[in-house]
């Protein structure tokens, strides 16, 4: 027997209702769920789900909009693909992972001590990276790319003074950074 108009509100609050609507209602959301799922455990699991939703939701039902039982496939229907959203999200997951091997207690402890190591360089890449463009330019060309000051300039467009003004620039800003000392080869060019 369907519950009065607007009687499904009253769900949450009355036990003794709640159980009559899932009495009611059970087959058909079991086969509703099974016709969309092969595995009787999630078939179980998701009938349980959307029973729990019904409790959640059932202050949302309008009679005008339809009876209890479409507006209960709706529920369903929400519920299942829910599912596969959250089923497709852990597979993509796990093919993230797949092909990988996991890490053991010794290979985690020797990333670890390599990420302690790697601590200053970094500090230096974050201070590297707060410096003006300018500046970072003329010290990545220096540094790392291993050019002399009027190599530097020329790849730039610059002249060469002002090109000595940035790379001082840098290393003073890079001095200041905690823990981080310039490596001596950019100290020797001038």
């Known amino acids: 027997m369907p519950l009065k108009q607007g009687g499904l509100a009253g769900l ?26 092969g595995d009787p ?15 959640d939701s059932c202050h949302t039902y309008r009679p005008k909009l339809g009876g209890e039982t ?37 290979d985690v402890a ?14 230096a890449l974050a201070a590297l990276a707060e410096l003006p463009e300018g500046e970072r330019a003329v010290l990545e060309l220096v540094a790392v790319d291993q050019l002399t000051v009027p190599e530097a300039a020329a790849a730039l467009g610059i002249r060469q003074g002002t090109a000595r003004v940035r790379l001082h620039r840098a290393r003073h800003t890079l001095r200041r950074v905690p823990g981080v000392t310039p490596a001596p080869a950019m100290d020797a060019v001038q």
């Open 70 to 106: 479409a507006w209960l496939y709706g529920v369903a229907r929400n519920t299942v693909l829910g599912e596969w959203r959250r089923a497709a999200r852990e597979l993509r997951a796990t093919g993230r992972i797949a092909g990988r091997r996991l890490l053991d207690a010794d």
């Open 110 to 123: 020797r990333l670890e001590e390599r990420i302690d190591a790697e601590d200053a360089a970094r500090r």
């Open 41 to 55: 455990h999630q078939v179980a699991d998701l009938v349980a789900e959307v029973f729990l939703a019904v409790l």
């Open 12 to 37: 949450a609050t009355d036990p003794e209702a709640f159980e009559d609507f899932y009495r009611r209602h059970f087959e058909a959301v079991t086969r509703f769920v099974a016709r969309r799922t």
